[in-house]
């Protein structure tokens, strides 16, 4: 399973951007997938997790400014990220993981096998 980020970027405080992460090799008819965020010197965070069945969770530090979105199996998942602020900027990985090993609405990171190199998020004050 290969999991590639796109989408990150420099922005100022205030605006927007949108993720995706776009997999092959998960070939599975449901999924579970989920993004995380590390900054320099923190522990990497869980953010936002779908699954196949509709289940989506946000930590509380994005919730409400940050969507998760993915249309099918077959398509990418997205990250949609508004209102950002300078607390924001941080490397931004996207992760997987088999279905049958799927705990839902995980944000922990040890519960996932897969991950992609991750895209950098960094948001101007």
């Known amino acids: 399973v290969q999991l590639v980020e796109s989408g990150g970027g420099s922005v100022q405080a205030g605006g927007s951007l949108r993720l995706a992460c776009a997999a092959s090799g998960y070939s599975y008819d449901t999924y579970c997938m989920a993004w995380f965020r590390q900054a320099p010197g923190k522990e990497r965070e869980g953010i936002a997790y779908?699954?196949?069945?509709?289940?989506?969770t946000y930590a509380d530090s994005v919730k409400g400014r940050f969507t998760v979105s993915k249309r099918d199996a077959k398509n990418p998942v997205y990250l949609q990220m508004n209102s950002l602020k300078p607390e924001d900027s941080a490397m931004y990985y996207c992760?997987?993981?088999?279905?049958?090993?799927?705990?839902?609405?995980?944000?922990?990171?040890?519960?996932?096998?897969?991950w992609g190199q991750g895209t950098q998020v960094f948001v101007s004050s």
């Open positions: 779908i699954d196949s069945d509709g289940t989506k």
């Open positions: 992760a997987a993981v088999d279905p049958d090993d799927c705990y839902s609405g995980s944000l922990k990171s040890a519960e996932y096998n897969y």
